[in-house]
């Protein structure tokens, strides 16, 4: 003979009544604020947060940097075009080569763009033109347009000419 478990009943109301508690609590609890109230840092994060949320001058500095790191993001994704961007190796080690070449590749590309920039100024000023500083402070060294990462193969040396270089018979 089975033995019947006894019935019991879902508690379907509190013993005991809720306190009110603290909006803190509340961002916590909601999932909103878990990672800017740690523990050991108390509630420090959270007047931050409201400061940022406060003070416009400072959102439009923050979001100017993230800016700036999401372009030199795009920058080493395109540098890193092979394997479509994915560290395709399980070893810590080769992880770590992967990602510093990258970013070697990428720092190496945005230095030869702010030679080519200063050249340009130079130039320009050489002309007599006034180069205003903020008007610097805009211009990005990131572009990658000018890059070719294929190169550039001349075909002459071996006497084979393109579809558009032939001249036809006449």
């Known amino acids: 003979m089975a033995r019947q478990r006894p019935q019991t009943r879902p508690q379907t109301h509190r013993t005991t009544p809720r306190r ?3 909006p803190r609590h509340a961002l916590v609890e909601s999932g909103r604020a878990r990672t800017v109230l740690q523990p050991d840092r108390g509630c ?4 931050q947060l409201l400061r940022y949320l406060s003070d416009g001058p400072l959102r439009g500095r923050v979001t100017a940097a993230t800016n700036k790191v999401e372009a030199f993001n795009g ?3 395109w540098v890193r075009f092979g394997q479509r961007g994915t560290v395709a190796h399980n070893d810590p080690v080769e992880q770590e080569k992967d990602v510093k070449s ?6 190496l590309l945005i230095f030869h763009n ?11 000023q050489a002309e007599g033109w006034e180069i ?7 211009i ?5 347009e000018h890059i070719n990462r294929f190169g550039v193969y001349s075909t002459h040396e071996l006497g084979i000419a393109l579809e558009d270089e032939r001249v036809p018979a006449a």
């Open 102 to 107: 990258t970013s070697l590749l990428a720092n």
């Open 140 to 144: 990005s060294p990131y572009p990658t």
């Open 75 to 77: 920058c080493s994704d």
């Open 20 to 22: 009110p508690r603290p």
């Open 114 to 124: 702010t030679l080519d920039i200063a050249d340009v100024v130079r130039q320009l």
């Open 44 to 47: 420090s994060s959270l007047f």
């Open 132 to 138: 205003d500083p903020l008007d610097l402070a805009e």
